[in-house]
């Protein structure tokens, strides 16, 4: 073993020994030349895998995200070669997938102009010196690129296309509808209720107010409605300082958000509220003691709650925390990987498997790869 990993097992054989085993971790991305970003994972009925996020990138931030996915048939031992199943004429980010009840399949994106500011300090830069861009930052062939990509719509085409999407599919993903737009967005998408709703907890973009809470669909996700607004802390930004948000259904019916926070009050934390009336009321936000962002939920078959999140500072990777009482308490932080370079990683949603294992996916900037990869982890809760 390297050092560090040595180093890391040392310090967590005895929690590990406690809660979690990790039984294997692997890269699953299959091509090389793309930077794949911001990656949800489904388990449908039958047992499929569905895997989605942002592909067809050059960079964290550029103008041709696209929403792609794959998926596996032996529980994640082997992945179909990645399809193509949305891309704009603009950067398309994130990707949440779920399967409802029905058997339909959502994916979630939103479209984003964030690469402009780098694009058009490059034009600035290529007019001024009349020969091209030659910073390293951003070569010229990459300069000429991202350029045509731009021109590809006017402003007013591209502001446009600004938004939150989802798009269906009702045959199992061989094809899929046209966006329908989702009033809020967050990097894992929505979740179904017991009581057959899709409940949608996030942030709206695009709009003056930004603001933080949930929408619903009755209609399986053909049409959505504003629902409710969480509530923001005292002291607290929520316009800027909230983001990211992901809920699920506790068994004894409580709803629970959890949102990355960059207020100066635990910052750098997730943060919780919870509704009691189905989501038409929220509670205040409040600190659960866990450093890192942002989560994803998962109730497992046994009632339990797992969230999974990033961990950007050292050990750079990925932790999990369960809750055994409905989400009011969380147990010690379990890394599920520890060997990160940076923090160019995250956004971690996990599945269970029919046997009861625990299979989690995210994004990674590796050392040994030029651009973020997809990576997994197979683990399981110790009794």
């Known amino acids: 073993m390297k050092p560090l990993l040595i180093l890391l097992s040392a310090l967590c054989s005895p929690l590990l020994a406690q809660q979690a085993t990790i039984l294997e971790t692997k890269v699953i ?73 029905k058997g339909t399949l959502l994916a979630t994106t939103f479209t984003s102009l964030a690469y402009e500011p780098y694009l058009k300090k490059a034009m600035s830069f290529a007019e001024l010196t009349d020969k091209g861009w030659t910073s390293a930052k951003m070569p010229a062939e990459q300069f000429t690129r991202w350029k045509a990509a731009h021109e590809r ?15 269906r599919s009702t045959d199992g993903g061989r094809s899929w509808s046209n966006r329908i737009p989702t009033i809020v967005n967050s990097p894992h998408g929505p979740i179904q ?15 003056q107010d930004n603001k933080i809470g949930v929408c619903e669909s009755k209609d399986d996700g053909l049409t959505w409605q504003w629902l409710a607004e ?19 259904e506790a068994a004894d019916g409580t709803l629970i ?24 009321t929220w509670s205040v936000p409040h600190s659960i003691g866990v450093w890192g962002l ?19 500072r050292p050990p750079f990777g990925n932790q999990a925390r369960v ?39 995210w994004y990674e900037s590796m050392k040994e790869s030029k651009l973020a990869v997809l990576r997994q982890a197979k683990w399981k809760l110790n009794k």
């Open 257 to 280: 958000a959890q949102i990355r926070n960059h207020n100066t009050a635990n910052k750098g934390e997730t943060l919780q509220s919870e509704s009691t009336d189905g989501g038409k």
């Open 153 to 167: 719509l006017n402003d007013e085409e591209r502001k446009a296309e600004l938004g939150e999407w989802i798009i």
């Open 294 to 312: 942002p989560s994803h939920l998962l109730r497992l078959r046994d009632g339990r709650l797992v969230m999974t999140y990033g961990h950007r």
């Open 323 to 361: 809750s055994t009482d409905n989400g009011k308490t969380w147990g010690e932080g379990i890394i599920l990987s520890g060997d990160g370079k940076g923090g160019d990683l995250g956004y971690p949603s996990t599945v269970e498997l029919a046997d009861g294992t625990l299979l989690t996916v």
């Open 29 to 101: 991305s299959q091509q090389p030349e793309y930077y794949h970003g911001w990656s949800t994972v489904a388990r449908r009925a039958n047992g499929e895998l569905w895997l989605t996020w942002s592909g067809g990138r050059d960079a964290h931030v550029c103008p041709f995200g696209q929403v792609v996915g794959m998926t596996s048939r032996d529980d994640g031992k082997s992945w179909t070669y990645p399809r193509v199943l949305l891309d704009s004429a603009t950067d398309d980010r994130d990707s949440g997938v779920l399967e409802t009840a």
């Open 193 to 207: 209720l017991k009581d057959g709703r899709l409940l949608y907890a996030g942030k709206q973009l695009w709009t």
């Open 230 to 248: 969480i509530p923001t802390r005292q002291g607290d930004d929520a316009t800027k300082s909230y983001h990211e948000l992901h809920a699920v």
